[in-house]
């Protein structure tokens, strides 16, 4: 049982950070109108009626729920096309269905924002071997690193034209599990431009997840041929049970959906089991999430930046997509506040977390996911992939007032354990 005056402590030290944030969030929230009177607008003009949540069957031959859907979100990125399907069962499903829709045998793709993520590198071929990658299709796979330093990526990208050409660039917008900040549309635009500069050609893939409706604006104004994401992330406002989508360029969204389908049939086809309505209410909502996960970032990095740790973003920075990164440098650490979080979660918060493997993940992973749809990273939740230095990767938060709950319940579970000071949370309640 934790004793009443360490919960006081948490709670006032939360409290006091939540307050020393009070500018950012009122920024934030302006931010929030801002998209929401989009979405808004672009509900109105696109005629958005109950007869867009009309169940269809079968294959979904002139579905009006789905062509409503995609031209809602094709107005929302400002994209010639989109396609929404519930087909895509995550967000690697998507990305790897553009990279098999565009690219062909001897063909090279350059990633710019150095190692992917880790489910897309058997996609790859990176890692593992024999099941169908892009290398076993004889698709040739480079990457340089320009978040490195950001400074220098002319010269990196400049230096690698000159001696190599590519057919696809792919960049991955957010961190994911790397100890890096996530890119801004601003620096993406930045990379469009000198990439279609030199090879008017070449397309640029942005791997959108975590970022939508974060910044003022999404990577297709800034020059990116085409982006994909999921919709159990940002989109979905913490609702939409499953799905995925694409946009872009409309001949190589159309690419895409020819492999996630077949030649010939692509985008014509696909129902959404009913789940027309989830889906724009969902992103009738998401501003809202999305507003609430990036509150909560902050706090996570306040909280554990005055405990001593190093943190990525820092509280109260720009930030351009969700993650919030933590390095904790122990093992047990780790596990121990992934378990407090799950303790904290309002589905399944009495399991234990235990480290695990992953399908299309090469170390265990620690994971705190008590949310209401499985792997959803727009409701609060936090994972660990259990490698030195032992970073944790927090986001998503459907309110601000959970995230608190749960930073509390952490302190004063640290505080009973004798795992930090109570001098230690002085600054924070000062």
Not at 109 to 116: C, H, K, V
Not at 345 to 369: C, E, I
Request: glycine share 8%; with cysteine.
């Amino acid at each position: 049982m934790i004793l009443d005056n360490n919960l006081k402590l948490a709670e006032n030290a939360v409290l006091s950070v939540e307050e020393s944030l009070s500018k950012v969030f009122q920024e934030r929230s302006n931010q929030v109108f801002r998209k929401l009177e989009n979405i808004l607008t672009i509900f109105k003009e696109e005629k958005v009626s109950t007869s867009h949540f009309n169940q269809s069957s079968g294959s979904g031959h002139d579905d009006i729920s789905r062509e409503k859907i995609d031209a809602v979100f094709a107005r929302l990125f400002l994209s010639e096309k989109a396609a929404v399907r519930m087909q895509f069962v995550s967000g690697t499903h998507a990305i790897s269905s553009v990279l098999f829709g565009i690219l062909r045998p001897g063909d090279v793709m350059l990633s710019l924002t150095g190692q992917p993520y880790d489910t897309l590198e058997e996609v790859i071929g990176i890692r593992g071997g024999g099941k169908g990658s892009l290398k076993d299709f004889d698709i040739e796979y480079k990457q340089v690193n320009i978040c490195e330093n950001f400074d220098s990526f002319e010269e990196k990208i400049v230096h690698f034209f000159k001696e190599n050409s590519c057919k696809l660039v792919f960049i991955q917008k957010s961190c994911g599990y790397s100890w890096r900040k996530s890119l801004t549309n601003h620096q993406i635009e930045k990379i469009c431009s000198l990439i279609h500069a030199l090879d008017p050609n070449c397309i640029c893939f942005v791997d959108n997840c975590y970022g939508e409706l974060v910044e003022d604006s999404e990577p297709i104004s800034k020059g990116a041929n085409i982006i994909a994401g999921s919709l159990i992330k940002n989109l979905g406002g913490t609702i939409v049970p499953t799905g995925g989508y694409v946009a872009g360029d409309a001949e190589l969204v159309e690419m895409a959906c020819s492999r996630l389908t077949s030649p010939g049939i692509g985008s014509s086809v696909g129902i959404n089991f009913g789940l027309g309505r989830l889906i724009l209410q969902g992103l009738f909502l998401a501003p809202q999430m999305v507003h609430e996960s990036l509150k909560g970032a902050d706090m996570v990095a306040a909280v554990f930046k005055n405990l001593g740790f190093k943190v990525l973003p820092e509280p109260a920075t720009y930030r351009s997509d969700l993650i919030q990164s933590v390095r904790l440098n122990n093992p047990d650490l780790v596990q121990k506040v992934c378990q407090s979080f799950q303790n904290s979660s309002p589905v399944d918060s009495f399991l234990n977390v235990v480290p695990s493997s992953m399908d299309g993940y090469d170390s265990k992973l620690l994971m705190a996911g008590g949310t209401f749809i499985e792997g959803s990273t727009s409701e609060f939740s936090a994972d660990a992939p259990l490698r030195d230095p032992y970073n944790i990767f927090v986001q998503g938060g459907s309110h601000i007032a959970h995230i608190k709950i749960a930073l509390i319940r952490l302190l004063s579970e640290l505080l009973e354990e004798k795992l930090i000071s109570k001098d230690s949370l002085l600054p924070l309640s000062a």
